[in-house]
């Protein structure tokens, strides 16, 4: 039957059972999908270290600005990540081993970063020295001057005092060129 009893009656009344059921299922469910994030993320960083491994050289040698997004990104996940482990040890969340699991997948993204800082910063430079280097020689072929023409090729001897060339029979399978003298 409907209970008239007005809302406000309840007001300070203690919660049923089935609202802290509902209250512990909501609770639950929180956690449950937290618990799940945090172990999502926790593999999309163990799989961030393996392709850093994998394509070291190409994810080092990306242009400055792909480079920085992806490494902020990387960084990103890495804090957010940190974050949640804490406030999972401090509510006392973590199974035994799940820290240093944790523990361990950071320690290794936070290398394989720095490694890629470095190598990128190399690559920079390399690509900064090759830059000058172009630069340079367009401002010494600019600051040279022209060079004159190159003299023409001289001129043809007279036929007259050059020998005459005619191919002899073939000999042994080939023609060969043999000088022979022509009466003038």
Avoid: K
Avoid at 82 to 93: E, M, V, W
Avoid at 101 to 112: E, N
Avoid at 134 to 159: G, Q
């Amino acid at each position: 039957m409907w209970n008239p009893t007005p809302a406000s009656a309840h007001v300070n009344a203690a919660p049923s059972t089935l609202e802290r059921r509902l209250a512990a299922y909501a609770r639950s469910s929180r956690e449950r999908t937290a618990a799940h994030r945090f172990e999502t993320d926790l593999r999309t960083l163990e799989t961030r270290v393996t392709v850093i491994d994998a394509r070291f050289r190409r994810l080092a040698e990306r242009d400055d600005t792909a480079y920085r997004m992806w490494r902020d990104d990387t960084v990103g996940r890495m804090q957010a990540l940190a974050r949640a482990a804490s406030a999972y040890t401090g509510a006392g969340l973590f199974a035994a081993g799940d820290g240093r699991r944790v523990h361990g997948v950071l320690s290794r993204v936070r290398d394989a970063v720095g490694r890629l800082d470095r190598r990128h910063a190399e690559y920079l430079a390399s690509l900064a020295a090759a830059d000058s280097g172009a630069a340079a020689d367009a401002a010494l072929a600019a600051s040279t001057p022209a060079r004159a023409a190159e003299p023409a090729a001289p001129a043809a001897r007279p036929a007259a005092s050059a020998p005459a060339r005619e191919t002899a029979p073939p000999a042994m399978g080939g023609a060969v060129p043999v000088p022979v003298q022509r009466a003038v």
